[in-house]
């Protein structure tokens, strides 16, 4: 199986950027697609972007379409997620994690393996 840890997270600025990371281990980073999601307080997990094992797919939730962009370099077993114009609502612990399907999948029941999460606060 796969370990996932996640960093970058932090606090910014409205209108700032973040860049997310997300190292695995264990087992090849290509073995998976993947999927970045996020919990605000008091708030549901929610899906925020997918990409297929291969990167050649991605899909974004409404909310951070154009603001936000996911990858991946499998030769580094590592994610990404690539935060510009952040608002407020963004605000929310985001986890990364793994789904064995390798396709896009927006859905938390395929994904296998999450991370631990990281904190990220976007101040207005």
């Known amino acids: 199986q796969v370990q996932l840890v996640e960093s970058g997270g932090g606090l910014v600025q409205a209108g700032g950027s973040l860049r997310l990371s997300c190292a695995a281990s264990?087992?090849?980073?290509?073995?998976?697609?993947m999927g970045w999601f996020r919990q605000a307080p008091g708030k549901e997990r929610e899906f925020v972007a997918t990409?297929?094992?291969?990167?050649?797919?991605?899909y974004y939730a409404y909310s951070v379409k154009g603001r936000f962009t996911i990858s991946r370099d499998n030769a580094k077993n590592m994610l990404y997620l690539q935060m510009n114009n952040l608002k407020p609502e963004d605000t929310a612990v985001y986890y990364c994690a793994g789904s064995a399907g390798l396709v896009v999948t927006d859905l938390e029941k395929d994904y296998d393996y999450w991370g631990q999460g990281t904190q990220v606060m976007v101040s207005s």
């Open positions: 990409i297929s094992w291969n990167g050649m797919s991605t």
């Open positions: 264990g087992r090849a980073l290509s073995n998976y697609a």
